[in-house]
């Protein structure tokens, strides 16, 4: 091992530089969800119901190289430094945008989101280098930040798609190209190399499958890992689905989809940074389980059922609220861990987000093309399936808490 760099003594520039870059990467997901559909129509030249299924591949396949890249990632960037790491991947993202932006083919596509889900798997050199220059107590504010930003990119993502829509189904990837290109010079010119000392890689620790592993060492949450699995795979119907289920039932634009996302977005921000810390204290963590996993199902049976655009509207702050399941899932399994090993908790509860984020999209959209085709005119369908795992979360709860 070897000593590399100090701690900078102005840290406002990397820090912002950090923050623009998280929000980048989350607009990569959201940026895309209004103007996919449109996108794939034209490609293609297929119908809503098909360019559904090719969106659902396109989705898990970004997911799939999140899930793969993201330990690989995390420790080049212990072996060669946080800075190449980070500002390689903003190249990468910048040369991506542009690449989706003429994709003419549904295979550039599909390579766009290979190489996008690849250069967003940063999340945690970004979160590194916070960790780097963050003096003991202010980690907790620095890393909060962070969440901010990943936040900010969500609510910001859809709209700027939805509404630079207007200008064509590649407008938003240019806009987007601009911005990771602008981020790329100023990381260049302020971001300092913050690793202290390197250390030699190792794939054993790059394994994507590590965190999987980990059950075999926290006996006693077999149940609640079974509760968060089928609770995640039920929520992410919302992006897998959002754009083509709201063209198909309500008739909306991409403009209409980017504004219905950003509405959704500022809705999880109120209940992450407010709502949580109101309900979960009264209520408890396994009576806010209990109340909410059916809450979400009940939503889901509604969603799947709203007869107005507007009403759906009215009905998303609502469905947003369900995302105090979350952190009571995460409260329960750590009581039950030991303190040596909750890092081996949260790597487990991420790798199985991430695998349910593979898995839903391909799920959701095989049940949208199945129930808008031949005749069929259900595009909520997806939504009772979401119920219905919904419903085999809280069912597992239920034994688990027996």
């Not at 990467?25 to 996919?36: R, S």
């Not at 996108?39 to 591949?57: F, K, M, T, Y």
């Not at 190249?91 to 989706?100: H, N, Q, R």
Request: aromatic share 10%; glycine share 10%.
């Amino acid at each position: 091992m070897t000593t590399t760099a100090q701690t900078p003594t102005d840290t406002r520039g990397p820090i912002l530089f950090i923050l623009i870059t998280v929000m980048i990467e989350a607009m990569g997901i959201g940026l895309i969800l209004p103007v996919m559909p449109a996108l794939l129509e034209e490609v293609q030249g297929v119908s809503l119901s098909e360019a559904a299924l090719w969106g659902g591949v396109l989705g898990s396949i970004y997911a799939l190289m999140q899930f793969l890249f993201s330990p690989t990632i995390g420790n080049l960037s212990d072996r060669f430094g946080r800075r190449p790491v980070l500002l390689l991947s903003m190249a990468v993202i910048f040369l991506d945008y542009i690449l989706m932006a003429y994709a003419h083919t549904i295979w550039l596509l599909l390579i766009g989101r290979i190489i996008a889900g690849i250069a967003a798997a940063t999340m945690s050199t970004a979160t590194a280098f916070m960790a780097d220059i963050s003096p003991p107590e202010k980690k907790a504010q620095n890393f909060g930040l962070v969440s901010a930003g990943f936040g900010l990119g969500f609510v910001l993502g859809p709209a700027m798609g939805g509404l630079l829509a207007e200008w064509g189904a590649r407008a938003p990837f240019w806009a987007a190209a601009v911005l990771s290109g602008a981020n790329l010079l100023f990381g260049l010119i302020v971001l300092p190399e913050t690793l202290r000392r390197k250390r030699a890689f190792d794939w054993r620790r790059a394994n994507p499958l590590g965190g999987l592993l980990a059950v075999r060492a926290l006996p006693g949450v077999g149940l609640l890992l079974g509760v968060w699995f089928f609770y995640q795979v039920a929520n992410w119907v919302y992006p897998a689905i959002w754009a083509y289920f709201t063209q198909a039932a309500f008739g909306w634009d991409e403009r209409m989809v980017g504004i219905s996302l950003a509405v959704y977005g500022v809705s999880m921000v109120v209940v992450q940074g407010g709502l949580i810390r109101l309900v979960i204290p009264r209520l408890g963590e396994r009576r806010t389980l209990a109340w909410f996993l059916p809450y979400n199902a009940v939503v889901l049976l509604c969603v799947a059922f709203v007869p107005h655009g507007w009403l759906m509207l009215a009905l998303t702050p609502f469905s947003a609220l369900g995302a105090v399941v979350a952190p009571a899932i995460q409260g329960v399994t750590s009581r039950i861990a030991s303190d040596d090993q909750q890092g081996e908790l949260q790597g487990l509860l991420a790798s199985i987000t991430a695998v349910a984020a593979i898995v839903s999209p391909l799920i959701m959209t095989q049940v949208f093309n199945r129930a808008t085709t031949g005749g069929a005119d259900m595009p909520g369908a997806p939504f009772l399936v979401a119920a219905l795992l919904m419903s085999v979360s809280f069912l597992l709860y239920g034994r688990a808490k027996a």
